[in-house]
């Protein structure tokens, strides 16, 4: 207990000693941290709001108002028959129109002027695998019943591949960041390390252990990437607390992740930062106090 | 408490520090290891607390195996001794009764440990109308009997000084070896290196000399002729 009094009042001493890079470290953490919990939660949301979607219609059949709705049966049958599908759902003109009286709420000009009988009834499909959705527009092109075919997947492709671009994109930057971390940590530690290099040789001399020298460069570096880490995902928590209730939320996203996503999420990057630390000291430090 | 055998130390290189050197010290003796600068007395005291390994030979020092030492165990080695280099290394930024506490609190002692033994150290090396100075308020001799109450902060078997007395004036220097010699009387074993022949010859205690790295004379209060 002495000697563990001993190693955290000299981490203290140590980290007081080059204030202003123990500063750019916590920083440069901080931002990489920031980056990777923030561009991690983003996926999440996404993926779970697409999941969400593509737990919905998957394809939208608009039907031909000249054909016989008769026709529109037979293919309805002709869809339920097939293995991919989950379930179809005729649409209405009527219910149509309400669905378009609903989407366009705020703009009565539109909903003057619309008319009505312009919406086509049509045939709304949920997939057992949304990704079959181009087996299905593959099928139903020609029929004469069909006058539009809809797809969500496309959509929902184009924004997790655009989302997975900007989360590699992220990474790569917070890979940066974090090397630049990993540098300022290697630095502080050799400058302290140097400082000390008398009161070293005399520990040394006594008979403290390599363990009992390095330990205090060793807290050094995980405090440091700890406190960078730990505001990096408090601001983090922040940050998606009031997605939830800005504007954010009123757009297409709805900010879903779950408490234990964002709690085992913040526990791996203390621990990855913990390791971090540990790695670095190791790195800074081996040369050092070698000598 | 040190017993060598044979022991050669050769640097990489080539250059030969000490040559088939062996002989045995008994615990509560007070040796003087003698020689010319260069003759290997340095490095065989750091060879006795393993800053240098042996290239051949064995080593005993307090009933451990230097020769065979692995890294992990130099500390428990270490703390088994008490060591005085020339330089008196101090930290600076420290009074005399922090640089001798800093070694006790490295140790692992107590608040109320190192305030009682850092007092008992600094009254045995009579330090105590210095104890609240800075090293660069020191005498050259009372910087060095700093390094020696430090020293014995882990109650050593064995003292090894590397020239203590090297930089100070002669009167300075039997105050040292006075000191050294009270040390040895309460139970410590010394072994000093020096090349100040009116010292030994004075003290008329064991001494061993070395030249050109080679063990060439010793003989009970001897002389440095």
Known sequence: MKKFNYVMKNTFINMRRNPLLVIATMLAVLVSSFLVFTTLSARAIVENNTSRWQNGVHVVIF????????????????LENYPEVRMVEYFTKSEAMDEFKILFKDQPELLQEVDFDILPTSLRINLNDPADYKLIIERMEGNAAVKEIRAS?????????????LVLSASVFA?????????????????????????????????ASSTYIRLPFIFEAIFESLIGTSIAVGLGWGFIQYSKTSFIADSIFDIAISDSYLINLTLILLFSTVLFGFFASFVGIRRALND | MIRLEDVSLVFQGGSVALSNVSTQISEGE?????GHSGSGKSSLL???YKEYSATKGSIEVVDMDVTSLPSWKIPLLRRKLGIVTQEPQLLENRTTFENISFALEVL???EKEIDEKTNTLIELVDLENSMYKFPNQLSGGEQTRACIARALASNPLLLLCDEPTGNLDPDLSIQIISLLEKINRAGTTVL???HDSSIVNRRKKRVLQLSNGKLVSDVEKGRYI
Not at chain 1, 63 to 78: C, F, G, M, W
Not at chain 1, 177 to 190: E, P, Q, S
Not at chain 2, 30 to 34: A, E, S, T, W
Request: overall charge positive; aromatic content about 8%; proline content about 0%.
């Open chain 2, 46 to 48: 750091k060879l006795l």
């Open chain 2, 108 to 110: 692992g002692f107590d």
């Open chain 1, 175 to 207: 890979g940066l960041i974090g090397f630049a971390a990993f540098i300022l940590i290697i630095n502080t530690l050799r400058l302290t390390a140097y400082a000390k290099k008398k009161e070293i040789k005399i520990m040394r001399t006594i008979g």
């Open chain 2, 30 to 34: 007070f040796v003087y290891l003698i």
């Open chain 2, 192 to 194: 000093m290196a020096t």
């Open chain 1, 63 to 78: 039907l031909d108002d000249r054909v016989t709705s008769t026709a529109h049966k037979q293919l309805q049958e002709t």
């Open chain 1, 153 to 165: 997947g496309e959509a929902i492709e184009r924004l997790l591949s655009l989302t997975n671009t």
